[in-house]
């Protein structure tokens, strides 16, 4: 019977893989995962990071970003009245 982890485990374990500087192969064995499970693993990570709701986050960050483009660009056609 295969062996199950737990969400946070194989998260943990995906962080540990991507964040060491060791090879997987290296990292594999230390976590008791074999080097297949921890690759895939890592490819699901990579997949699943793209299409996670990360977006919400960058979608604030290009509100702000927006809001203070606008600001900054009224500002500089104040300053160029002043002239």
């Known amino acids: 019977m295969a062996k199950r982890y737990t969400h946070a485990f194989w998260r943990d374990a995906v962080r540990v893989a991507l964040s060491s500087g060791l090879p997987r192969?290296?990292?594999s064995p230390d976590l008791g995962v074999g080097l297949s499970t921890l690759n895939k693993?890592?490819?699901?990570?990579?997949?699943?990071?793209?299409?996670?709701?990360l977006h919400e986050d960058v979608d604030k960050d290009n509100t702000r970003l927006r809001k203070e483009v606008q600001l900054l660009r009224e500002e500089r056609e104040v300053l160029k009245k002043r002239r």
């Open 25 to 27: 192969l290296q990292v």
């Open 41 to 53: 693993w890592v490819q699901r990570h990579q997949r699943d990071d793209l299409m996670s709701g």
